[in-house]
């Protein structure tokens, strides 16, 4: 089993709070800028993640 790095929790850590963040906007309040910046930092992280995952492990 591979081992990965502290920054690979961490980015794992930022899909997850992003994914709740957007949720959360989208559901129960009006803000639709803070929603679109929530998604895409969460899409960035995600994309990071896997390109990462992808060419190192």
Known sequence: MATYPGAWYALWVMVMVFGVLTW???NFTERVE???LSALLGVMSM???LSWTL???
């Open 34 to 36: 803070a929603t679109r």
């Open 24 to 26: 959360f906007l989208r």
């Open 55 to 57: 060419l190192e492990f």
């Open 47 to 49: 994309l990071t993640l």
